[in-house]
């Protein structure tokens, strides 16, 4: 199986910043993407940002519209972690955080691509 823990939520003031990290552990072969996603009260789980692990130690990544600007996300392979930094905080953001993994494992089968969530983290942004 594969875990993701994530932390660093919390509440910050609107023009604040938190960094979110999640680590994956577990019996990982390979990762494909990690990402974050959050859900708002009322609202459908969106995509903020996600990093795609290329061949010979690339990666691309892609955010939403909303977070352009704002918000980077990053990995630590060795440590098999994402992060998101995210500045300038709005009231906007506020969300529970969600981190996603495309995850490569070994079964009897061979080699196959499995998707994992974190139990989320709160960010509250608010005076």
């Known amino acids: 199986q594969v875990q993701l823990v994530e932390s660093g939520g919390g509440l910050v003031q609107p023009g604040g910043s938190l960094r979110l990290s999640c680590a994956a552990s577990g019996s990982i072969f390979s990762i494909n993407a990690m990402g974050w996603y959050r859900q708002a009260p009322g609202k459908q789980r969106e995509l903020v940002a996600v990093?795609?692990?290329?061949?010979?130690?690339?990666?691309?990544?892609n955010y939403a519209d909303s977070v352009k600007g704002r918000f980077t996300i990053s990995r630590d392979n060795a440590k098999n972690t994402v992060y998101l930094q995210m500045n300038s905080l709005k009231r906007e953001d506020t969300a529970v955080y969600y981190c996603n993994a495309d995850v490569v494992r070994r079964g009897p089968g061979g080699l196959r691509a499995y998707d994992y969530w974190g139990q989320g983290t709160q960010v509250t942004v608010s005076s």
């Open positions: 990093i795609s692990y290329g061949s010979g130690g690339g990666s691309s990544t």
